[in-house]
């Protein structure tokens, strides 16, 4: 059985993905009347009075709360974990060690979804304990495979994670609403501007996701003297390289300073 505590939008797109795989032994407790009705009806997914029952009677609890909520969730349901139960958070910024130094369990595993996986096209990062068994691991991979890609990755990458791929979706929307606002001084209706922009983008998107490299397909279309190599003259002498990494950099920097506030 799968628990969450926590119903919002991250732990809706793991209860749709799970559903579609077949997978319907799920109970969550949420505090809100609007989201219990909603993931009710949505999917039949089963409804609990606390935390505490999730806990009680899953093997598997998935912390899907916001960070500033977490300690009070920790030391509510501290008392009812047991050690052969499998702790998933997906909650940014909040450090394994943290959620180890108040639950009774060392097996916790730390996620950084994002929100792609709303559409089953997520990239999920996890971090994993050395008692989460592989049989433990391959079942909460199971779980995010469910809406996207899963990697494992060391727990110190995860604020560089959250810099890329957590909040990667963010700057690449900034990125197609500059493409439609230029697009629309060009001369093109808001329409056709988002049309072109975003069609261009999901087509990008599935050729590089093929397998092809983005500098083979910045070649093709790239013709000597041509018009993507005028655009792209641009885009070099304005540094857009550094303009990418120094987005990172505070990003993960900002990722850090709220790892440390809330841990």
Do not use: W
């Not at 050395?130 to 079942?139: C, F, L, Q």
């Not at 049309?195 to 999901?202: A, H, R, V």
């Not at 505070?250 to 841990?263: D, F, K, M, T, V």
Request: glycine share 10%.
């Amino acid at each position: 059985m799968i628990g969450f505590i926590g119903g919002g939008n991250m732990a809706e797109a793991l209860i749709k993905g799970l559903i579609s795989k077949g997978h319907r032994d799920i109970i969550f407790y949420e505090p809100s009347d609007v989201r219990v009705r909603h993931l009710m009806n949505e999917y039949g997914v089963g409804f609990v009075g606390s935390n505490i029952e999730v806990v009680k009677r899953c093997d598997t609890i998935i912390l899907a709360v916001k960070p500033q909520i977490m300690h009070e969730v920790l030391n509510e349901i501290k008392d009812d974990i047991s050690p052969n139960k499998i702790v998933v958070s997906i909650a940014a910024g909040i450090r394994i060690a943290y959620i180890k130094g108040i639950l009774s369990t060392e097996k916790i595993i730390r996620v950084m979804p994002n929100t792609p996986a709303m559409f089953q096209e997520g990239m999920s990062v996890i971090s994993i304990t050395e008692a989460v068994s592989e049989e433990e691991t391959n079942g909460v991979l199971r779980i995010f495979e469910s809406v996207g890609k899963v990697v494992i990755m060391d727990e110190s990458m995860m604020d560089a994670v959250t810099a890329v791929s957590g909040s990667g979706p963010g700057f690449l929307a900034y990125i197609v609403e500059s493409m439609i606002n230029a697009a629309e001084r060009l001369g093109f209706s808001k329409d056709d501007a988002s049309l072109l922009t975003i069609q261009t983008f999901i087509g990008t998107a599935k050729i590089l996701q093929s397998g092809m490299k983005p500098d083979r397909l910045r070649e093709m279309v790239t013709s000597p003297k041509g018009t993507t190599y005028a655009g792209l003259n641009v885009l070099k002498e304005r540094g857009i390289d550094d303009i990418i990494l120094s987005t990172f950099i505070a990003a993960r920097n900002r990722a850090e300073e709220l790892g440390s506030i809330n841990n």
